[in-house]
């Protein structure tokens, strides 16, 4: 297949005619730990993806917006009325219109433009290919509009798009990975604050890679049962009388639970407090370059989301004791849940054979064959030309 941006520039021209006046590339991320701690106000250290969406785009007359995808293959075209209010695009289209209204909400004067998309972010595997679509967009707007929108800025604005334009009720850790992630660093992100650090993750340094497997579990229920977690964590927060569930220390941990006398309840906030914690570990093991003394942290991450928060699946669960027992220094699945994938963090050599281990495991239990991929820290959200 050619390069994703050469796809995005013959897309435009085919459908449009012409050059597009620029290209803009965003990343798909897998998050290192920190697991539905977002929307609890907490901390995330998610890591951009080498695979990426991109935009090619141009602009047109008025308030309309006209936007191929490689992926279905259409073109689509709305106009302010279709921004006006949320969920009047459907599909793949609401992730753009959902910027552009995010962006007018905002207050911003968006351009009318030509879009064509392009993508390597696999849909479905957990690599948050919507925030890499969205936040291409967004990249190209603010651009191609000229508008006053600092990179900082436009993670709440594309969250927004995805919470009332799109309608999934998700935390800010992706589209934030998507925008501000730097090549060679895993993004600290204290999701109240919004403020990062730019944390040094050399794993090749290190002498290690890590190993993403694709679970091909079929997603069940997944929106259900995000939008049910997060649910729990208010009514946690609530009950504890915190603002969120960040507001809970490690050690205040045992008397806080002892607080919530619903079970479930207790195990939804046990791992969000704990995880924060590991998160905050994780960060000050590799911010002195300790990267291979992180595997227990991951692996307890991973045991806290299949224990307690009960997002795991069999097969994502197979993945990670295979891994561990072929010698990965730690795994976690990574992302929302229910599918996605897993991450092993292996010694630069033993990656195949790690991966073989989690395939033969698969075999055994009738699973469908996982794929596997080494990765390393991409940039963020970038304009190509
Ligand atoms: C999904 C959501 F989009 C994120 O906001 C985050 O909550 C994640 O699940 C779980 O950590 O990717």
């Known amino acids: 297949m050619t390069d994703v941006a050469d796809r995005a520039r013959a897309g435009f021209d085919r459908e449009f005619g012409g ?3 620029g290209r803009w ?15 609890n106000d907490g ?52 992730y753009v219109a959902g910027v552009v209204w995010a962006l007018r909400e905002a207050g911003h004067d968006v351009p009318g433009a030509r879009l064509a998309i392009a993508s390597d972010v696999p849909l479905g595997a957990g690599l948050s290919s919507s925030a890499a679509l969205e936040a291409a967009v967004m990249t190209a707007l603010v651009d191609l509009g000229g508008l006053d929108l600092p990179a900082e800025r436009q993670p709440r604005l594309a969250q927004r798009a995805e919470n009332h334009y799109v309608g999934a009720p998700t935390g800010i850790m992706d589209q934030s990975a998507a925008i501000r992630c730097r090549d060679g660093h895993a993004l600290f992100l204290d999701c109240r604050s919004e403020e990062v650090e730019h944390i040094p993750f050399d794993l ?34 609530a009950q504890l009388g915190v603002r969120a569930l960040r507001d809970v220390g490690v050690d205040q941990l045992d008397a806080a639970l002892a607080r919530l006398d619903d079970p479930e309840t207790r ?23 300790r990267v291979r003394e992180i595997g227990p942290l991951l692996t307890a991450s991973h045991v806290s989301m299949r224990d307690d928060f009960e997002i795991t699946v069999p097969e994502i669960d197979t993945a990670v004791e295979a891994a561990l027992e ?11 849940g229910f599918g996605g994938c897993v991450l092993a963090l292996v010694e630069a050599d033993a990656a195949e ?27 963020g959200a970038t304009r190509l030309d």
């Not at 069940?220 to 927060?237: F, P, T």
Request: aromatic fraction near 6%; proline fraction near 6%.
């Open 43 to 94: 901390f995330v250290l998610p890591f951009a993806l080498p695979l990426r969406t991109v935009a090619a785009a141009g602009p047109q007359d008025g308030a309309r917006w006209t936007v191929w995808s490689e992926l279905s293959g259409e073109t689509i075209e709305f106009g302010a009325d279709e921004v006006a209010e949320p969920a009047r695009v459907t599909g793949w289209g609401a």
């Open 25 to 39: 590339a965003a990343p798909g991320r897998v998050n290192l730990i920190g697991e539905h701690t977002d929307y």
């Open 204 to 237: 090749h340094g290190a002498g290690l890679a890590m190993l993403v497997v694709d679970s091909r579990a079929p997603h069940r229920h997944a929106d259900g049962e995000y939008a049910a977690r997060r649910r729990s964590c208010e009514a946690a927060a």
């Open 267 to 289: 195990r939804r906030a046990r791992h969000v407090v704990t995880e924060d914690q590991r998160v905050l570990d994780t960060v000050a093991l590799l911010r002195t370059g």
């Open 326 to 336: 072929a010698g990965a220094l730690g795994a976690r699945m990574t992302g929302g």
């Open 353 to 379: 054979t790690v991966a073989s281990a989690v395939a033969a495991a698969y075999a055994d239990k009738g699973f469908q064959a996982p794929a596997h991929v080494t990765v390393l820290p991409a940039p």
């Open 19 to 21: 050059s597009p006046a």
